[in-house]
């Protein structure tokens, strides 16, 4: 446009200039035809200077008009190039302009589309971070409390051989009676841990389980060991149902998170174990009498409630999830006219409720063959993880070690639950493509626990010929062996015994915490008998070693868990492929 302009004036200035001549040249001509007309012939001096001023004036005037004619023509030319030029910056203009709206537009619609991409990518990376905080920090809540839940109650493995020298039917016996309050609260505490909510349940028995540990410390007689014994098993039968109840309900259909917080919580489990066993029980059995060791595990178990009441006293949503659920079972079965027609809630109207509730919840887990095999496989595994019970009077009778290192010595189940809770890859298990691959996943490892208590049954048979022996060298070998035999059959059945139950029980639906609570009672139920078994057999002496029989009694026990777990993940599996079809 500023070149136009320019352009322009240059021109007007010139053909003002040939304006000015031309009108010049024609005010001559002019004045010079009027001096002729007026002037005669005659009068000039020669006749042939009038036709010579007559054909310089025609050719001035052809030269004038060819003259107008040209600055005419270059007028219109200039105009014409000054339009031509001046529409064809105004269209470059125009293109160029949209062009550069164009690269705006697109480059502010790529700016958007990166700072929205930037946005989602943090926003969702926020909130990943937060939900893995948040699980993180319920499974860390979890784990703490389990874990002071089982330092108070492993306690007693440890204390038990050192107790004025009981003989060997002793400490069997005790642990017989406890495992029956533990068998008799996982069936009791499973609808009172749904009734009432998971968190307000572990605080209920937590401190109960303190006071059972604080009048363990002052009884006097077998009798009195027991009883408390049996109360801090019933207290603390509740606990492993509870957590697991909590962690299910908040990673749902996620199988992973699932595992991954339940081996937290056994890990938590075997380190306090191996923290009581190695480092509280040797060292202070030492110095102080046993009963100071059971008083600080009534602190722990306090500290433990302490832990759940401030960090987990909102997570009791499992209550509310069954009442939702058993409303619609009551609406699609017509069970609950009679509570339809009241609109005020009686007390007795609640009471039949919630009779209806565990009534139909009880019907939910006993009529599933999935509970029978898999309480049946858990009764059996729990003999196995309940070996160190034993395994401590064993390390006496067998090897020669000492009554006070002898409970220590059992940190080899510990220690080996806690390596094949951290080994086996529960992905291989979930993400197995056929049955076969899930039922071969497990079979290996219940090979592996029977083989390994094969092996305890022969060093029993050994230590018939070590203990004539003077040297101490045959004991140290034979308490080498055993301690790896034992590290090795807790090892292979720690995957099955933690993690299959919590499997198991997505399949139950609101009804998780009664089937996990008699599923651990089931384990109960079949623990009570064959430890009492165990004793008389020690006892007795039978077939002159007593101890091997034991020994090769669970064994073939071990055996017939691992084929109601095949059976169990059988109809575990087809069940989870119908839900999804």
Not at 149 to 177: D, F, H, Q, R, Y
Not at 431 to 460: C, E, G, M, N, W
Not at 537 to 546: A, M, P, S, T
Request: glycine letters at 8%; aromatic letters at 8%; a positive charge.
């Amino acid at each position: 446009m500023r070149y136009y302009f320019i352009h322009n004036s240059t021109t007007t200035t010139k053909q003002n200039r040939q304006h000015v001549t031309v009108t010049l040249q024609l005010l001559i001509i002019s004045i010079l035809l009027l001096f002729d007309c007026v002037t005669p012939a005659s009068s000039f001096p020669n006749s042939s200077a009038s036709g010579v001023r007559r054909q310089m004036i025609q050719q001035t005037d052809n030269d004038n008009a060819k003259t107008l004619m040209m600055s005419r023509h270059h007028r219109g030319g200039a105009l014409q190039m000054a339009e031509s030029s001046m529409s064809a910056s105004v269209l470059n203009g125009n293109h160029r302009q949209r062009q550069r709206q164009r690269v705006l537009v697109s480059s502010g619609a790529d700016e958007l589309r990166r700072s929205n991409a930037a946005h989602t990518a943090t926003t969702t990376l926020l909130q990943k971070w937060i939900r893995a905080i948040q699980m993180r920090k319920i499974d860390a809540s979890v784990s703490v409390a389990y874990f002071l839940s089982m330092a108070c109650l492993g306690s007693i493995v440890v204390l038990l051989p050192t107790i004025s020298e009981l003989p060997p039917s002793a400490p069997m016996t005790i642990s017989s009676l406890a495992t029956i309050g533990g068998a008799i609260g996982k069936f009791i505490n499973g609808f009172v841990c749904q009734t009432i909510g998971c968190s307000t349940c572990a605080v209920v028995y937590l401190l109960g389980l303190s006071c059972f540990s604080l009048a363990f410390s002052h009884a006097t007689t077998i009798r009195t060991l027991a009883l408390c014994g049996a109360g801090m098993e019933f207290a603390h039968s509740i606990m492993w149902t509870s957590f697991a109840v909590i962690l299910s309900t908040h990673y749902g259909s996620d199988g992973i998170g699932l595992a991954r917080g339940m081996t937290a919580m056994a890990l938590s489990s075997s380190a306090a174990s191996l923290f009581v066993k190695c480092f509280v029980g040797p060292v202070l059995l030492k110095v102080a009498d046993w009963r100071v060791m059971a008083k600080l595990g009534a602190a722990s178990a306090f500290v433990g409630c302490l832990v759940v009441h401030f960090m987990l006293r909102n997570v009791d949503v499992e209550k509310n999830n069954h009442d939702h659920d058993f409303k619609k079972d009551e609406q699609n079965d017509n069970q609950s006219n009679s509570f339809r027609k009241k609109k005020k809630t009686t007390v007795s109207g609640a009471s039949e409720q919630k009779a209806n509730t565990i009534r139909a919840s009880l019907q939910a887990v006993v009529r599933n063959k999935l509970f029978w095999y898999a309480g049946g496989a858990q009764g059996f595994a729990t003999l196995a993880r309940s070996s160190d019970k034993i395994l401590g009077v064993f390390y006496r009778d067998c090897t020669g070690v000492p009554a006070y290192l002898s409970g220590g010595l059992t940190c080899s189940v510990t220690l080996g639950l806690m390596h094949g809770l951290t080994t086996s890859r529960t992905g291989d298990f979930v993400d197995a493509p056929d049955l076969k691959h899930k039922q071969a996943f497990v079979r290996t490892r219940y090979i592996r626990t029977v083989s390994a208590t094969l092996l305890l049954a022969l060093l029993a048979i050994a230590s018939n010929t070590v203990r004539s022996s003077s040297t101490s060298n045959p004991n140290i070998l034979l308490t080498i062996v055993t301690a790896v035999s034992s590290g090795v059959l807790a090892s292979s059945i720690a995957w099955p015994f933690y993690q299959l139950p919590a499997m198991f029980s997505m399949a139950f639906g609101a009804n998780k915490a009664v089937f996990l609570s008699f599923v651990d009672g089931m384990g109960f139920l079949w623990s009570s008998p064959v430890w009492a078994a165990a004793g008389w057999l020690v006892q007795n002496n039978v077939l002159g070693c007593g101890w091997a029989v034991a020994w090769g009694c669970l064994a073939v026990l071990l055996g017939v868990g691992g084929v109601l777990s095949f059976k169990a993940i059988d109809g575990h599996y087809y069940a989870a492929a119908d839900a999804d079809a």
